[in-house]
């Protein structure tokens, strides 16, 4: 019997092990060319791409989502989810190096851009098909009694490799960008090789990108192949009846209103917040990426809090309040201005706030709502449909993309208007949210209370400190 436990012991660690190598591997992957890359969205700006094409590119994101059902569906069939992760994974990765060969084959192509376009949706679709089955792997290899250590701590070691890696890409692009980013012009002025750089061809620069990019996404699927696993029980459910039960569930019926609307209302301007910033902005790539620093770091050191907050008043209020800096968040934008530009690392703050609770919560509340067994239809039934709300506003932004505004003495730009009609409609999302039951939420008036005493011992306890420490000075 012990022999046994120590085996299976073994065989964790084991999965635990390979599961954090490959993990490295594909977050340096996604960094550099996954959905959502700032990297892909700089080529697609040099392939040329319109506000239509942006939408687009969002829409692919969010799109590739509703595939996860089919990798369930897909899964199903066999006995390995190897069988399934491992060449779907790989074929998704590998397109990628074909994108990087995009500009040299069809340099000036009008075309250029929409076949770029059709090749990272292939890539995405595979890859979102193989992330439905890893999921449904790892759960089966990590013990539930660990599995929220064994999540916190490979996510501590893919954020701080995803960064590191962001940062030493983005000053790479940046080096041979024309005019170069202000930070990699600052610091080859330090070293004296400002003058000494060669001029190399951005579509050079992004095909060595995507290449590594590529390469090393590949060797994580090496690791991911040793990774063990147990053989895939063939599940007696029927999906089609698994279905038409989570349809006939009034309450998750509200819940699917209510989260369709919030990210219908999130999708409006989703493609415009990397372009807006590299375009209207000027910002650097490493500029960029501080700001995405700035909203990592907030958002690691307040997931505590909003977990302790859920946890006492409910998914349901503390979706409220992130409602609430959702909708204030885009506001920032609307008013920022080149030369004012440092406002939005103030907002990136508060995003990472809010998005780290906005995250846990859509996480949870629909397993709160979901029945015993059925969590794992649920949630893949409200990824499908989120992705499908983004894909309507990102496209309809591309398509009806507004003019820009001037009022008095103010102008604004095309997406400054976009992001004023995101931060409206997110406020509305709390009407539909009202309507959900949830039976362990306790009232916005309590959580009101709550928060306000906590602000005001805070204060009291500071008044304290800074009262002994004057005592002590004299």
């Known amino acids: 019997m012990g022999k046994r436990k120590n085996v299976k012991h073994s065989i964790v660690r084991e999965t635990i092990r390979y599961s954090i190598i490959e993990g490295a591997f594909a977050q340096i992957f996604l960094v550099l060319s996954g959905p959502g890359s700032v990297f892909i969205t700089k080529f697609a700006i040099m392939l040329g791409a319109k506000p239509i094409d942006f939408g687009i590119l969002t829409s692919i994101g969010r799109l590739s989502d509703v595939f996860q059902l089919l990798g369930m569906a897909i899964t199903k069939r066999f006995k390995s989810r190897k069988s399934v992760i491992l060449p779907f994974a790989s074929i998704g990765r590998a397109l990628i190096l074909v994108i990087a060969l995009i500009p040299f084959f069809m340099r000036g192509s009008n075309y250029a851009i929409y076949i770029f376009l059709l090749i990272f949706f292939f890539s995405a679709s595979l890859q979102s098909i193989s992330a439905n089955a890893w999921i449904a792997w790892i759960s089966d290899m990590i013990p539930l009694r660990i599995r929220g250590r064994f999540f916190s701590r490979r996510n501590q070691y893919l954020v701080v490799i995803g960064t590191v890696v962001a940062f030493i890409a983005s000053f790479y692009v940046d080096l041979f960008d024309k005019p170069p980013g202000a930070f990699a012009k600052f610091v080859l002025k330090i070293f004296h090789g400002l003058h000494h750089i060669p001029s190399v061809n951005m579509s050079i620069v992004f095909f060595s990108l995507f290449s590594l990019s590529t390469i090393l996404g590949l060797v994580g699927i090496r690791f991911l192949s040793k990774q063990p696993e147990k053989k895939n029980d063939f599940s007696k459910d029927n999906p089609g009846i698994m279905f038409k039960e989570a349809f006939f569930d009034k309450n998750f019926k509200k819940f699917l209103v209510y989260n369709f609307w919030w990210m219908f209302a999130i999708g409006i301007a989703s493609p415009f917040w990397q372009p807006f910033m590299i375009e209207k ?96 239809i649920y949630s893949g039934i409200l990824a499908a449909l989120s992705g499908i709300a983004i894909t309507i506003t990102a496209l309809l932004s591309g398509i009806l993309y507004p003019k820009p505004l001037t009022i008095g003495m103010m102008h604004f730009e095309p997406e400054q208007v976009l992001f004023a009609i995101t931060g409206f409609a997110r406020w509305s999302a709390i009407i539909p949210l009202m309507f959900i039951e949830e039976y362990n939420a306790k009232p916005m008036r309590e959580a009101v209370s709550y928060l306000r005493l906590i602000v005001f011992s805070k204060i009291i306890g500071l008044s304290k400190w800074r009262f002994r420490s004057i005592n002590i000075d004299e």
Not at 288 to 300: A, D, E, M, R
Not at 315 to 335: S, Y
Request: hydrophobic share 55%; charged share 10%; aromatic share 16%.
């Open 281 to 376: 902005l000027k910002m650097s790539l490493v500029a960029i990426q501080v700001y995405g620093l700035i909203s990592t770091i907030f958002s690691i050191f307040s997931l505590k809090y909003w977990g302790e907050f859920i946890d006492r008043f409910g998914n349901k209020t503390a979706m409220k309040f992130a409602i609430i800096l959702g909708g204030a968040n885009p506001m920032v934008w609307v008013f920022v201005k080149p030369s004012f530009v440092y406002i939005i690392y103030f907002e990136a703050a508060m995003s990472g706030i809010m998005w780290s609770g906005a995250g846990i919560i859509a996480m949870n509340f629909v397993l709160s709502i979901a029945p015993k067994g059925r969590e794992q």
